[in-house]
């Protein structure tokens, strides 16, 4: 078996192995995978006629399918690795629900999503046949909610599940462009913690993207009438998506007649796809499911050069692990396995694609790179529906295959083959690059809760194998052009490998566009429209530090992966007992006393301040001051921000301290943000006062003088006695 990392050895046991009573891990990695290979082997019984026949098969069958995931060449989805062989054995990732316009509906598309929730599955929601707000329901007499009223219901409802006892569920929520809803839809992740547990993506039509080109009107209908009840701007409404994906990262779009079109959508005659799963990459019709697997490309590197002969092999092996899980699978209800059974949809996809990059010395953000995922994706496209109509030939066609767009073009086994989904989790215990996006970084911490405690926040600390590789034979030379990340590449070139891999792939590709905070609205139009011409079936980006909470922290930056659910806000309160520290200053004629609460390990959890000689109102603030402190030390907000918001703060009483360390100050928070930070983290430079004090005091703002650079300034409003 391969070795695995420390951070994949954590995310195996906290969240793939079976626990005791307590809560403690009962399975190491190799337990996991043979636990799943033996389950999935299980699926030779179906095509043995005999005892015998079967317990070869299977036994030939455990053991590929154990070397696949031992090797760490391939995982499956995340329900699979946790379920196989329990007591739940739901083992697809991707759902979708329809909701259609009635009370009745409604609420029972809220069950089944609790349902599916609740074995590890995610789902999607179009909710484009529900009647628009404040339209008359003819039944009561009454008022429509509209579409984003009824979200919030499901929203709450996931809220409350615990998807698959670790992590909460994740939810696609669609509208079509022509709702009348439109523009409360695009906006209603504006709010704060709105839809917190919901992807959005709004349904686009190729007539409106015409309309858009052409600066045209376009109609919003009533889907319960039909009716047109208002004509908008195309380019208005395209404008509003993309402002709002500026603010927020929501709404993605999806290209709906793409996803549709003749190609694309395998059996017609089950009706229009509206919807996908949680990340978008899986189109499915209503009450379909697909389980999903990838494959580690970071291992098929030989000689600098693609290891075509053992990825055929691992392809093949796939494709057979994933039409076996179709039969293992305990459906959540009589309905999906219906259409589940009778197109046995498949979505094997890829990880490590950037790592393989790397391996093979080919920047990310060049031709060269785009050039060979086509080869690639168009190699695994062939092997997979090869590796189908082989097991067609053995076990026969998905059952509604006579209905199919491959009717006239020989039997396959399964309706869809290939999706590039991500890999959030299955990439972590392979120890290579998520899906086919970019390194996020070099060097990082991966941020978590994985503990029994949800209380305790978990940081793994992570560098990249090839670049610790690198450095021992180079040492400190320049790093070479291939190891950027993420954050170092241009938007073109995300949408170019994106686009790359769609031509090759059945499903649709999970991709994140991950822009800097500093870029622009119209740096994301650039995108949206990019992400139009070149084909691909959907879009999503992401601006740095436009969401509150991120999994992944970097010293430069910060990026949130792939569309993990974001955790919601703890408050760590400190025991009822606990130490603290008293520290006093003399601030003009101020003494003033500062008491820090520590947790266990010395952090501080608490601030109160007691300043003698001042007024009530100083006083009042001051306290209202250290309680919002305290609430922001117990809720995580780091120290060091914290302070760097607070330093040179101006106010009376300012001025000299007494201590040498910080000899001025103007004003009590000024010192209290700068003692703060030199006594509780590793910043014990004072920067902004490094410069001596001259004595005298600002004329414009009142605080210190320094002098520097040949001049006496004013650090805090830049007055100069040079002019």
Known sequence: MTQITDNARTVLERRISIKDEEGEPLETAEDIFIRVASNIALAEANYCKSEDEFAQKAAIAEKKFYTLMSNLDFLPNSPTLVNAGNELQQLSACFVIPVEDSMENIFEAVKQAALIHKTGGGTGFSFSRLRPENSTVSATSGIASGPVSFMQVFDKATEVIKQGGTRRGANMGILRIDHPDILSFIHVKDGKDSLSNFNISVAITDTFMEKVEHDQDYDLVDPKTNGVVQRISARKVWGEIIESAWKTGDPGVVFIDRINASKANPVPARGPIESTNPCGEQPLYPWDSCNLGSINLANFVEDG???????????????????????????????????????????????????????????????????????????????????????????????????????????????TRTTIAPTGTISIIAGCSSGIEPVFALEFKRSHYLDKDPNKRHEMDEVHPELKNWREVNGSSPIPSYFRSAMEIDAKWHIAHQSAWQKNTDNAVSKTINLPSAATVEDVRSVYDLAWISGCKGVTIYRDGSKEQQVLFTEQTTAKEALEARPAPIRRKLPKERNSITHRVDL???????????????????????????????????????????????????????????????????????NPDIPVATSIIDYIARWLRRRFTENHDNAEYISRPTGDMCPECSSAMFYGEGCTTCASCGYSKCG
């Open 305 to 415: 050069k693609v290891d075509y002969p053992r990825l055929q092999e691992v392809i093949h092996d796939s494709v057979h692990f994933l039409d076996n899980v179709i039969d293992m699978n305990k459906w959540p209800n009589d309905k999906i396995a219906e259409v589940s059974m009778a197109i046995r949809r498949i979505g094997l996809g890829v990880m490590g694609w950037a790592d393989m990059l790397i391996k093979m010395g080919v920047p990310y953000d060049s031709s060269e790179a785009c050039y060979l995922a086509e080869q690639l994706s168009s190699f695994i496209q062939r092997e997979a529906d090869a590796a189908s109509r082989k097991l067609a030939v053995e076990r026969g066609p998905f059952p509604e295959w006579d209905k199919s767009i491959y009717k006239d073009d020989g039997i396959i086994r399964n309706a």
């Open 588 to 658: 003009g004629e101020t003494e003033t006393f500062i008491t820090v609460g520590l947790y266990e390990e010395g952090t501080p959890g608490e601030v109160f301040i007691v300043a003698n000689r001042v007024g009530s109102s100083t006083r009042g603030y001051l306290d209202s001051f250290a309680t919002m402190l305290s609430y922001a030390l117990q809720y995580g907000v780091p120290l060091e921000r914290i302070c760097d918001k607070l330093i040179a703060t101006r106010f009376e009483p300012s001025g000299f301290t007494g």
